[in-house]
């Protein structure tokens, strides 16, 4: 049974597959290791769902509304009591 995460780091990304796998790197490279990454792909209309999926993160698909409701969402669906946003 896997362990269930201490934090719970939600990005929220629109168009972002030429950036997110640099991201999602640096996260991978960190010391501590008890963390989900949740990337909310508000209906972007590259390829981020595939970068980030590939890349190991969860990824929740939504149709675009903005910034606040992509948040919302990653919250919505983090799994750890400790969320942080980028």
């Not at 390829?47 to 919505?76: C, F, K, W, Y």
């Amino acid at each position: 049974m896997k362990k269930r995460p201490s934090i719970s780091v939600v990005i929220c990304a629109y168009n972002a597959a030429h950036c997110i796998s640099g991201i999602l790197h640096s996260l991978q490279q960190q010391t501590f290791t008890n963390f989900e990454i949740v990337v909310v792909n508000d209906g972007s209309t590259d390829t981020t769902s595939i970068v980030a999926s590939q890349a190991g993160a969860r990824v929740v698909d939504i149709p675009h509304q903005g910034l606040s409701a992509a948040r919302n969402v990653g919250i919505t669906n983090a799994q750890a009591p400790i969320v942080a946003i980028i």
